[in-house]
């Protein structure tokens, strides 16, 4: 019945609702954050056009506002691969994490002889490591059905303190103060696109992966396998697909897509690894997944939408009394929505299979 109901209906209408999906939850967030401005005795309108200027206004800003949105296409993209599945992985954060400790280590251990070959090398590092991280929680489930909302997010924690403690310690730089690593060789940086900003070409390397994923998930076999298991895994198993390799496959899939937003993020925004490498990038891309309807052009757009409230909120409290948490309810208040109106077309759908 389902199928009957769309014919008829044409491919505009079919964006129409897609766009109001991913416009619904934002247009949602700027009224709760006008009614919070208005309450503290601010205008919407000005803090909204001062917001909108910071992250648009200029070509610098423009850079500002993709370079911040660079992690978060990883991130929203290794999400999406898991949620379209079925499995609700939360450990794109450690994955990042030690993503990017590992290219950073490739980066400024071997030697600066190599020159280029360094980027393929600690990309290909931090991807082989990230995806075994991952590997680890999906044999889990997929073997002797572990919740992973539990295993990756205890991973999160196991990331952050085995990163904590090497970069304090046997990896700490021993000229660049507390909690950071040597930098990196210059051969190693990611080049920037467009000097002086910080936006470099970990940027166009996130678009070719959201590319990449909208194809995978469009047009391949194991992409079609891959959402029939999340939307019915009795069904799947009836037909011959094998629940346990696909479950697999999407988490070794999402770690190296972390690695590579973690190796993109070392070598092109830090030239180093830090003690706080990520401010959140992981929970942030789960945010954008739900955003997004797991659908790549919607990924792209939440990746920017909310590079731009990142970008305008660090400034924004330069020129107006703003604080910064008003940028925090925005992101708050769209990801409720966004799962709120996910949850919706979900019933919706599901009434019309009844």
Known sequence: MAEAASIGRSPLMDWFDKGIGLAFPFIVALVVAAVV????????????????????????????????????LFTGVATAICFRSGVFNVGVEGALVIGGLCAAFIGFTLPAALGLTLIPLAFGFAALVSAIWLLVPGFLLARYEVDEVVSTLMLNFVAFGITGYLVNGPLLSEISGNNVTPLVHEAAQLPRLMPPSTLHTGFLIGVLVVILY?????????????????????????????????????????????GLGGASHALGQL????DGFSPGYGFTGMAVALLGRNNAIGIFLGAVLFGALASAGTTVQLFSDIPLDIVNIIEGTVMIFAVVEL????????????
Do not use: C, Y
Request: no cysteine.
């Open 214 to 258: 909208g194809v995978w998930a469009r047009r391949t076999p194991s992409g079609f396998e891959a959402a029939l298991v999340g939307q019915n895994k009795r069904f799947s198993s009836a037909v011959g697909i094998s629940i346990p390799a696909t479950i697999i496959l999407v988490m070794v899939l999402s770690g190296v897509i972390s």
């Open 37 to 72: 401005l208005l309450a503290i005795g601010e205008n919407p309108l000005d803090v909204f056009a001062l917001m909108f200027a910071e992250s648009f206004g200029t070509q610098r800003r423009i850079a500002a506002t993709l370079s911040a949105a660079t992690p978060l």
């Open 271 to 274: 030239h180093r690894f830090a």
């Open 343 to 354: 949850g919706r077309i979900s019933l919706k759908r599901w009434r019309a299979r009844r």
